[in-house]
């Protein structure tokens, strides 16, 4: 049995998606349904059961859980970054998979856990996910610490050397739809070039960074599974790895692309960035990929430009949007 944990979010629900087409359905899908649209991820998926994500934890802690375990993937979490409510961060990413990777770590069960590239802050000690260098990054907010929280604790406890933490820069593609307002902004790009033929950009507040020229990691999503799926695939393989391009776009490169998948020509106005998030606000990122590629990964990702085509003619514009239903990873 295969756990997935956040099984019908955006890229847990692609990822059994994945597992399907390998003809893997022995799978535990652990999520919080709650009242938003993720449960729709979860109806072209094939897997043996659900459970609510308190009450799988519960059946851990109480061992309860009467079924064998090859294998975890903790990607649930609260992935809001302006989350603010630091409490329920401590309790929903950090104390959650401290429980999780000490019982499958007891139990020589594979676990492989979602962190994140919010840990890195604004990227002044750069992006390497060498886990010597993981005690001088200062993350801008308090979901990033979350995550920072528990990649300190998974090496104090010694367990990096049994586990995989995967640090996800800026993934965008299909199943994202239920996201709000974490969703990516090629949603919003292409929302917004529908409704008023134009995007909105941020301004930029740093003389380095021309508006729309700060630049990010930006990996679809297909790409983010085949390299989860990579340290899967290689259970010799643990510690702690960065998930990117490992190449810098800009957010004038992001939305052209959009406008030209979907047929426009480029339109682009830059507005004030609001007071609050100015100080939180990343302008550069970059994943450092040198460990993954040393590890063995050698697929190369899917280019920006094409990436984008897929998801805007292949999904977006399909009605209201489209789950991954037969797709194939490249």
């Known amino acids: 049995m295969i756990v997935v944990t956040g099984g019908a979010g955006f890229i847990g629900s692609v990822l059994i998606s994945e597992l399907n087409r390998r003809q893997i ?5 652990v999520d919080e349904l709650g009242s938003d649209r993720k449960w729709k991820n979860l109806r072209s998926l094939s897997f043996a059961d659900y459970i609510e994500k ?22 649930g979490a609260c992935s809001d970054t ?24 007891d139990a020589d069960i594979r676990f492989i856990y979602a962190s994140s590239a919010a840990t890195y802050g604004d990227g002044s000690v750069g992006f390497s996910d060498d886990e ?22 998974a090496r104090r406890a010694g367990l990096l050397s049994k586990i995989v ?19 990516s902004f090629v949603v919003r790009a292409f929302e917004q070039i529908k409704d008023t033929g134009k995007v909105r950009l941020f301004k930029s507040y740093k003389p380095e960074y ?23 695939d290689n259970p010799h393989i643990n510690g702690i790895f960065n998930i990117g391009t490992g190449e810098t776009r800009t957010w004038n490169d992001l939305v052209s692309a959009v406008f030209v998948a979907m047929g426009k020509k480029p ?4 507005i004030e960035m609001p007071a609050s998030i100015r100080d ?16 063995g990964y050698s697929k190369p990702v899917t280019p920006l430009e094409e990436a984008i085509k897929d998801y805007v003619q292949n999904y977006l514009q399909h009605s209201k949007y489209v789950n991954f239903r037969t797709f194939q990873l490249a």
């Not at 021309?210 to 899967?232: C, E, H, I, P, S």
């Open 25 to 29: 359905s022995d799978i535990l899908v």
């Open 54 to 75: 308190d009450d799988f934890l519960e059946m851990v802690i109480e061992d309860k859980l009467d079924i064998p375990v090859d294998a975890v993937f903790h990607l």
């Open 82 to 105: 302006t989350e603010t409510n630091a409490s329920y961060l401590v309790k929903n990413n950090y104390e959650y998979s401290k429980l999780l990777a000490q019982w499958a770590t």
């Open 132 to 153: 010597g260098k993981m005690g001088i990054l200062k993350p801008l907010n308090m979901y990033g610490y979350s995550k920072h929280m528990f990649d300190m604790w």
């Open 165 to 183: 933490g995967i640090k996800y820069f800026n993934v965008f593609g299909p199943n994202e739809y239920h996201k709000g307002n974490m969703i």
């Open 210 to 232: 021309a508006d729309g020229k700060q630049v990010r990691d930006f990996l679809y999503v297909k790409d983010a599974v085949n390299m989860t799926l990579f340290l899967f």
């Open 267 to 270: 339109n682009i106005e830059y």
């Open 280 to 295: 939180q606000y990343q302008y550069f990122t970059q994943a450092d990929l040198s460990k993954l590629r040393k590890a």
